[in-house]
């Protein structure tokens, strides 16, 4: 009998993937709950597992291919043919050398290595055996950070050490690229992936569907950095986590949005929707392209509760691992080129959101306080805001409150 392997799906905002890799060839046995194929879609990646026992039959759509949630991918067929082809291929293993059971074995606990897909192509371009490494993931997933350990010189091996080489010499500087040749040419097409193209496509639409405008001012970082100095090695002692900028921004940005909901609200036809919640998206850059997971309720959360949140959907963005329900939603967004060297940007809208704050690098700077010139760390800060629902003097004077909570951290606790 004939299972297929369909396209699940993974939230009402998805409605397509593309076929990142297949794991498994046709004819190769599986198991229940085996990972068969990776999905990449505009947000997650994601395995399909399967749901019978038995062979993979047939392969639908390969590597590349984009798919719609629904779609057959392939088919596994149920039955003694299982077990026949696994004898076949262990068969096989031992007639090129290898021992037959050692072969199956082998086949087994490799299928059943847990493991995101950015860590199974990590550990295929360092040459690194899934199986030989400790996962630190949920369950014991192999994460990207467990397969660059494991790939160190240094890292600690998790099998039976083998006597240690005599030194080698070091290896010599990989060459420098060779200098284009006159008259040389050359081109590459690369396939966007999918989350990228999604991100190019979601960037045209807020540029032609919302009136954007944006609006600058500059906050002098003086206190923040004074109280951060005072309090971090308590706040690392006692959370865990280091106090950052994050959590400061957040604030004032709720404090700024009480003051001004019309910039927590979106259009929805000829309607304003009043959001009375502030789920605040932290943008954070990832190999794939920007992804905006989101602190819901920013409002009831401590610093130290900001802090830890964003600093493990860094780690999750790193590792390929957030979650729809990380990314899903969001009322205000906040992105920080800053910790890139931007001095100055006009970030883009992430709608249906009608506003979002842009952060940049702090740089001393000569501005005059009480009659006198003094150098203070200053930073830059520019909201862009949808011209159909927010005012220009409510932009202005929103921007001007978060520079207050900031320049006045202390009034924060009054917010």
């Known amino acids: 009998m004939a299972v297929d392997i369909v396209v699940p799906e993974v939230g009402e905002s998805i409605v397509d993937a593309r076929v990142a890799k297949w794991l498994k060839k046709e004819g190769d046995a599986v198991a229940a709950g085996d990972p068969l194929v990776e999905l990449e879609t505009d947000k997650i990646d994601l395995e399909v597992a399967a749901t019978a026992s038995g062979v993979l039959g047939s392969i639908t759509h390969k590597d590349g291919a984009d798919v719609k949630v629904g779609d057959v991918l392939g088919t596994i067929e149920e039955g003694a043919n299982a077990g026949g082809a696994a004898t076949a291929r262990a068969d096989e293993g031992g007639a090129r050398g290898g021992s ?21 192509k990590a550990a295929q371009q360092n040459d690194v055996d899934l199986k030989s490494v400790k996962g630190s993931g949920d369950a014991g997933r192999v994460m990207r950070r467990d397969v660059e350990a494991a790939s160190a010189p240094d890292a600690p091996q998790q099998t039976t050490p083998a006597p240690v080489p005599a030194a080698k010499p070091a290896a010599p500087a990989a060459p420098p690229a060779p200098r284009r040749v006159a008259g040389e040419r050359t081109e590459e097409r690369v396939r966007m992936s999918k989350r990228r193209a999604t991100i190019a496509k979601r960037l045209i639409e807020a540029q032609s569907t919302a009136a954007m405008l944006t609006t600058f001012n500059e906050v002098d970082m003086s206190a923040v950095q004074a109280m951060r100095a005072r309090h971090k090695e308590t706040f690392k002692e006692r959370y865990g986590v280091n106090l950052g900028m994050t959590a400061f921004f957040v604030k004032a940005v709720v404090g700024a949005l009480r003051a001004f ?12 929707v ?4 502030y789920d605040i998206g932290i943008a954070v850059g990832a190999s794939e392209g920007l992804v905006v997971p989101v602190l819901r309720d920013a409002d009831l959360m401590t610093f130290a509760e900001i802090e830890g949140q964003t600093r493990a959907f860094a780690k999750k963005a790193e590792d390929g691992t957030l979650s729809l329900a990380d990314l899903k939603g969001g009322t205000f967004t906040i992105t ?5 060297g931007s001095l100055q940007s006009t970030p883009i809208l992430n709608p249906p959101q009608v506003g979002i704050l842009g952060l940049h690098a702090i740089k001393d700077r000569p501005v ?9 760390p200053m930073m830059y800060t520019a909201l862009t805001y949808d011209h159909r629902i927010v005012d220009g003097s409510e932009a202005v004077r929103f921007l001007v409150r978060v520079k ?11 917010e």
């Open 100 to 120: 037959a059971e050692g072969a199956g074995t082998k086949a087994e606990s490799a299928g059943k290595t847990r493991a995101t897909p950015v860590a199974r």
């Open 261 to 272: 909901p019309r910039i927590n609200a979106e259009i929805q036809g000829d309607e304003m």
């Open 274 to 277: 009043m959001k009375g919640y």
């Open 336 to 340: 920080n080129g800053g910790v890139f």
């Open 368 to 376: 005059a306080i009480g009659g006198q010139v003094v150098i203070r």
């Open 404 to 414: 207050e909570l900031i320049e006045d951290p202390g009034a924060l606790l009054l």
